[in-house]
DNA sequence: CTCTAATTTCAGTCTAGACAGAAAAGACTG
DNA sequence: CAGTCTTTTCTGTCTAGACTGAAATTAGAG
């Protein structure tokens, strides 16, 4: 870690806290930072030494962001170990990252609270309160998930265009005043 | 918990674990979940008893929602204990999850980013593509906020009429085709 | 002001999950 | 196919932080 820019540094050690805060384990988001502020792509042995954690525990944090997809294995001439580079563009990735919480937690929530719904007509698993309000949280999630795939297929550009229009945009829908 | 409708059992077991990938403690989740679900106010040694944790833990766990802004207290006549209520409107209570993570989390980030990028101007602190590629996570970030903080004035009928509107919004507004 | 109920704090315990190191498996080379 | 390098898997250890129960504090009632 000493040998690494100061800068680099200080990201590195704040984003294993953010993952933390978003149920990533730190190393695991570490290891990512350390791949998106590297120009070149870095092999494993290399990682656990700047990072000082164990070899073993590197190879377990490089299968997890590669089953995210926001990391790939590339080789070098002449080395045969495997080096590993993130994406780059910022915007893709999070774009991964989106869809990827979504499959493993917005859409399993959903599962549970259409089970729930419907379990609920049963005599006795459920009053009409609590299906109305898992009701409400249903409606919520499907919303936010529709709108939030309507965004996915825009590309990046028509993102950034939406997002300068700002406040202007609803007012054009008719969505505002 | 043996003495909850079985649906509101299965929902609060999931929205525990829910919690837990998002870095919201487990117990947290639960009692969040609970009192979500709940018709009436609930007072803390309710809450343990059907949740089968100490009371203690429960004091700790209702404090942080209360941070959070998304219970409060009230009181009922004839008993002393404090009774708490979640935020019934689930629109509402994902705006003020959503600002707070912001707050806590965000905008942190954001300062660190800042930060970074700043001391990468001093000599050693920082190569030209490590800058760039904090740069780059940066105008990320603050796209992002300003883009939901202009959705977070809207009313929630004006975030619906929006959502329902979905493709055609983005034709409309000459960001997409 | 005293007594009791309710809540919070605190110090210690417990445990899930992170981690290390060894061993196994896999892959390339000559 | 033996030898070496690399990666993965596995088992046991360690620790942060979740949790408990007791003690301290606070709030109300008479």
Redesign the pocket.
């Known amino acids: 870690m000493k040998d690494l820019p100061l800068v680099a540094q200080k990201f590195i050690l704040h984003w294993g806290e953010m993952g933390?805060r978003w149920?990533?384990?730190?190393?695991?988001a570490q290891v990512h930072a350390l791949l998106f502020l590297s120009e070149k792509p870095v092999?494993?042995?290399e990682i656990?030494k700047i990072l000082?954690?164990?070899?073993?525990?590197?190879?377990?944090?490089?299968?997890e962001l590669q089953n995210w997809g926001i990391i790939r294995?590339v080789h070098v001439i002449g080395?045969?170990?495997?080096?590993f580079e993130s994406l780059h563009d910022v915007f893709a990735m999070f774009r991964i990252i989106a869809r990827e919480r979504k499959k493993r937690e917005i859409e399993p929530t959903l599962r549970v609270l259409r089970d729930c719904i419907e379990e609920s007509g049963k005599p006795r698993a459920a009053d009409a309160y609590t299906r109305e309000r898992l009701g409400d949280l249903m409606t919520f999630f499907e919303v936010a998930t529709s709108a939030y795939d309507q965004l996915e297929k825009l590309p990046t550009s028509a993102v950034l265009k939406l997002a300068k229009l700002g406040d202007k945009a609803f007012k054009l829908l008719g969505v505002k005043q």
């Open positions: 933390t149920g990533i384990n730190r190393t695991v092999p494993a042995d656990a000082g954690v164990a070899r073993s525990n590197i190879s377990t944090s490089l299968r294995v080395d045969r170990r495997d080096h």
